[in-house]
């Protein structure tokens, strides 16, 4: 259900809510003014498409969305997909991939796979976010102090040119740099400036400085971009032919699965603020019709903002309305203040950016995870981390989400248990049934765990560890949960093995899915319907047929 009718029927579209979500809305729309344009500037398009997408984007979400607090728009966890996107296909070709990343994720919502992004493990996303962090705040180091163009390559490569250009820093640009930086983390805490969001502080201040002062050699968007133009944006489909479909594929996965994580996280952590509950499939089918709309009115990739979506919660937004009103102020912002825009420094952008990367880092947490978290978390956090920055982000996800998937089969496996059964054992567990002894020649052992591939080895080793006296051999799967193509197979050795030592194999205590499997693979044909029992009784008076007295 859509959280704008959840919140409908929940009496908080009323007119007594709508003050409380209008200054809210108001104040996220301030907030997110200077992120839309550092994270579209950063992306590698121009300022007003950041404030594009925020419109449309959080007008979508806000509508169609699983969660009645979430705010979208652009965000830095985008950042480092889609400027690679733009350096390699162009803007053109990052609309198409957004397009074809927002058919995806209402795919992904549509077939309810919600629940399945939230497996992902949270060294992983801690990896790859602190990555993400990493290569945003170098990135910024160009216009926060004014160095020449680094150009392309790997991210060493960029590290070891801004390095060996430090000589030659602005040291104006530099000033506006620290200047803004310091406004924007000090100024909340400063009494008269605590209303005031830190970001928009440095924002007008450096502006007005900049108009007054007027440095020639401090890069603004004006200088840079040219003015921003006043007005809504039009309707643009973007050229889309097979060869261009083909080959963006990939990135559209790419912006699809991090926009789902993205989006995701941050509706949990918006309720756990507010005691909400999302719901995570229509927040899927959210993100993905914003993605859809944005590139067609000049956006790109949207995906929920964690800030944005706490700042509203704080402001004492309560629905949708929210979202909306955040959206309007953008679009009044853009009809009557776009030409101001012109004297913002770069720097500026770049200093609000330092703080996404420190806050998208989460450098604290990390540490944490780094010093208390088991070693082999502490592996797949590192790998994640040093792939993002090193690699790619795409290739880090996948590889620490593997690693992870490994290790969890591991640590299955070894949980796995094959027991042989102590007679004395199974005479005090039947005593009140009257069994008083076992037949003779007869083995009872009993799996415990899923009986699946990672364990398949543990289970047929332990099986085929028989004596020589052995004449009926009793596996019981009274706690074996759930059984894999792969276990079935081991089990079938298991019986072939026997059979061809003269041992009957018996099967006890199959739970109904076990043994649907077991009948389809042929394995209860081969070892005779008879042999496979539905209790260890019934199991001991088969054993006592085939041929054996009670010891």
């Not at 104040?27 to 498409?49: N, R, T």
């Amino acid at each position: 259900m859509f959280a704008f009718l959840e919140a409908y029927r929940a009496g908080l579209l009323s007119r007594r809510h709508w003050l409380p979500n209008i200054i809210s809305g108001v104040i996220v729309g301030v907030v997110a003014l200077p992120l839309a344009m550092a994270f579209a500037i950063a992306s590698g398009v121009k300022p007003e498409q950041g404030i594009y997408t925020a419109i449309v984007a959080g007008i979508a979400v806000s509508v169609f969305g699983g969660s009645r607090l979430q705010i979208a728009g652009p965000t830095g966890a985008f950042i480092v997909i889609l400027a690679d996107i733009v350096a390699r296909h162009g803007v053109d070709g990052l609309q198409i991939a957004t397009i074809m990343a927002g058919v995806i994720l209402l795919l992904l919502g549509i077939s309810r796979m919600g629940a399945v992004i939230k497996f992902i493990p949270a060294p992983v996303i801690m990896g790859f976010t602190a990555g993400i962090g990493v290569i945003i705040w170098v990135g910024q180091w160009q216009y926060f102090l004014g160095l020449p163009d680094s150009g392309g390559g790997h991210f060493h490569q960029k590290l070891w040119a801004l390095l060996q250009s430090m000589p030659q820093l602005d040291p104006a640009t530099a000033f506006f740099g620290f200047m803004s930086l310091a406004l924007v983390v000090y100024a909340p805490r400063i009494k008269w400036l605590a209303r005031i969001p830190g970001p928009l502080a440095a924002l007008v201040a450096a502006t007005l400085l900049q108009s007054i002062a007027g440095f020639s050699t401090v890069a603004t968007i004006g200088s840079t971009f040219g003015e921003i133009p006043r007005g809504l944006p039009s309707f643009h489909v973007p050229d889309f032919t097979l060869s261009r479909l083909v080959e963006l594929i990939g990135p559209a996965f790419a912006i699809a699965m991090l926009g789902a994580i993205e989006s995701l996280l941050s509706a949990v952590v918006a309720d756990r603020m507010a005691g909400t509950r999302h719901h995570s499939n229509q927040e899927l089918i959210g993100q993905g019709i914003a993605n859809v709309a944005a590139p067609l009115f000049g956006g790109f990739a949207a995906t929920g903002a964690i800030a944005r979506t706490a700042t509203n919660i704080r402001n004492g937004g309560t629905s949708p309305l929210a979202g909306i009103v955040h959206a309007l102020v953008l679009v009044l912002i853009l009809l009557v203040l776009a030409p101001l825009a012109s004297n913002i420094p770069l720097a500026t952008l770049a200093a609000i950016l330092f703080v996404v990367a420190w806050n998208m880092s989460d450098a604290r947490h990390v540490v944490g995870m780094l010093k208390k978290a088991p070693r082999s978390d502490v592996v797949i956090l590192l790998a994640t981390f040093l792939l993002t920055v090193f690699t790619d982000l795409v290739v880090a996800v996948n590889i620490g989400v593997v690693m992870a998937m490994l290790h969890f089969l591991r640590r299955m496996a070894e949980s796995v248990q094959v027991r042989l059964q102590d007679p004395q054992e199974l005479m005090r567990e039947f005593a009140h049934d009257g069994i008083r002894g076992l037949p003779d020649g007869m083995r009872v052992y009993t799996v415990e765990g899923p009986f699946f591939f990672g364990a398949a080895d543990i289970v047929e080793r332990a099986l085929h560890d028989s004596h020589e006296d052995v004449r009926i051999l009793l596996i019981r799967l009274r706690y074996v949960p759930y059984v894999d193509a792969t276990g079935l197979q081991a089990l079938e050795d298991v019986i072939a093995r026997a059979q061809r030592n003269r041992v009957q194999v018996l099967i006890s205590e199959p739970n109904g899915r076990v043994l649907r499997k077991m009948r389809k693979m042929g394995l209860t044909d081969r070892l005779g319907r008879k042999n496979v029992c539905a209790t260890v009784l019934e199991a001991f008076r088969r054993a006592e047929e085939i041929g054996g007295g009670q010891a």
